[in-house]
């Protein structure tokens, strides 16, 4: 066998060593704006978007759109959508326009960003107004009514009950039930008659002392001989 026959394996060029190099180490890429675009079709797709969004604020001034254009527009579709990405693209040629993807996908972003605080915003108003109605009713509930200068009296028609002094609706309810039972309705005739009693028999006496003095007084007669 010859030793002129045998293939050798292909050495990498110093230009491959290097790109490789870079490759390995991307997150510590920044400012490439003198870096030649072919090497760049070979670095930058290897970038996440982070890493791609931080070449381009550091290449600030350099048009890397060349290069980073469809990977913008990869990241637009993989973010927001292929019908997101299609309508895109079907507004601009009908308004015969044209935009580089890493704008629109920073102007889709806020719009997004706006839209969630938007929803969030309306979320708590409507928890503000939902916490304001819970607090409008436990302070209708705790509101202390002052007490009125009238007394109040409790029962059904017919004599009232006075339970003004009773502070308690429990109270309240036995007293009056209990004002109500047959005892105190018997005891409360019997000191009716009585007082009616006293009222007659002391206006009994009250007329005759008062007739027996208007017959005297009309009798000389009489009183002279009592004299």
Known sequence: MRIGS???????????LCVQKVIDNIRYLGNVG???LYLLERILPHCTLDQLMHVEKASEGSDLSPVTDKLWK?????????????????????KR????????????????AEAENEAV????QRYK?????KQSRQVR??????PSSKKRFWGDSGPG????????????KAKIEFLKSPEVKNLAAMKRNSIQRNVSSSSIMKTGSISGIASTSKNPKSTKRII
């Open 6 to 16: 045998m293939s050798s394996p292909k050495l990498p060029s110093l230009v491959d």
């Open 34 to 36: 003198s870096v030649e």
């Open 74 to 94: 990869r990241f637009f579709e993989k973010q927001f959508g292929t019908n997101c990405t299609n309508e895109v693209i079907r507004r601009m040629q009908a």
């Open 97 to 112: 326009v044209s935009f580089k993807w890493m704008q629109l996908y920073e102007a889709k972003l806020k719009e997004v």
């Open 121 to 124: 915003d309306r979320i708590k």
């Open 129 to 133: 107004k939902e916490d304001a109605k």
């Open 141 to 146: 509930l705790c509101t202390k009514v002052p």
């Open 161 to 172: 009950y006075n339970v003004s002094n009773v502070k308690s609706n429990i109270m309240k």
